[in-house]
């Protein structure tokens, strides 16, 4: 089975450039094309989180009209720069009264679990008892297959200083994820990386729009390139899970660094 997870499309309304320089919806075309052509065969499809720039219904209905395209389910869950309110009226996300509630997909190979992690008016991360509490009986099922829990935020100090804010609810999060074999995919960070909490295998994705530049200075996490779309795939085999990074290959050559801070 393979799990496509693409995360920060950063769609904006009327098709304008995501923070001025990047044009993120013929971004998410060339990857829905690479996907279309490819060779890789695609089970389903997660999007971990910013479809948006701006929050903007006209964003997320572009989301859709390019996702479509692919023959194979595709899920959501909210970014800092996402309103949840349009994704629940886009048909994105399940209309609920508790914004952060975590939901269980079971499927025959895997259990997927899609959180969101995203408050309000905030950038930083925000998980509270109640969905601790969900996502806790959903585990607590030793489901016996390969369980994943797709999320925007990121619950480990990345080295982008800019990027790492408090999280709040991180500390009891990873209690509670260090004790069980799961993978735990993010976007927000505009990066690949791969760490471990406790048992658990934490993966963040690359961005289709905007990759981070790698600056670990007290100032870094603040500067993007505007480069080729680049996406994860989880790989399934029986209980095996092997993780590639990719990179759409398009004519866009890479530019940059700009700052986010505009």
């Known amino acids: 089975m393979n799990i496509v997870q693409i995360t920060d499309l950063h769609l904006c309304q009327n098709g304008e450039k995501a923070f001025h ?5 013929q971004a998410l075309k060339n990857s829905v094309n690479y996907l279309l052509h490819s060779a890789i065969s695609i089970d389903l499809v997660v999007v971990s989180g910013d479809i948006s720039t701006d929050g903007s219904m006209d964003a997320y209905e572009t989301a859709l009209h390019e996702l479509k395209r692919l023959p194979c389910p595709v899920y959501y869950v909210p970014g800092n720069h996402d309103c949840c309110k349009r994704m629940e009226q886009a ?4 209309v609920s009264s508790n914004g952060t509630a975590c939901r269980e ?5 895997v259990s997927i679990i899609l959180m969101n992690t995203a408050m309000a008016g905030e950038s930083r991360g925000f998980v509270n008892k109640e969905t601790l509490e969900q996502l806790r009986e959903i585990l607590n099922k030793e489901a016996g297959k390969p369980t994943f ?18 999280f709040s609810g991180v500390e009891e999060f990873n209690a509670l994820i260090s004790k069980k074999e799961i993978n735990v995919c993010c976007g927000h960070i505009h990066a690949g990386m791969v760490t471990h909490t406790g048992l658990a295998t934490v993966i963040t994705c690359p961005p289709i729009c905007m990759e981070m530049e790698l600056d670990f200075t007290p100032a870094g996490g603040d500067m993007f390139y505007v480069s080729e779309p680049q996406f994860a795939i989880h790989c399934v085999n029986e209980k095996q899970v092997v993780t590639h990074f990719a990179v759409v290959p398009t004519a866009e050559s890479r530019r940059g660094p700009y700052p986010f801070s505009v």
Request: proline share 12%.
């Open 105 to 109: 997909i079971d499927l025959p190979e």
């Open 21 to 25: 320089r990047a044009d993120a919806t």
């Open 149 to 166: 829990l797709f999320m925007h935020h990121v619950p480990f100090v990345t080295g982008f200083t800019v990027m790492d804010e408090p």
């Open 91 to 94: 048909g994105m996300i399940p």
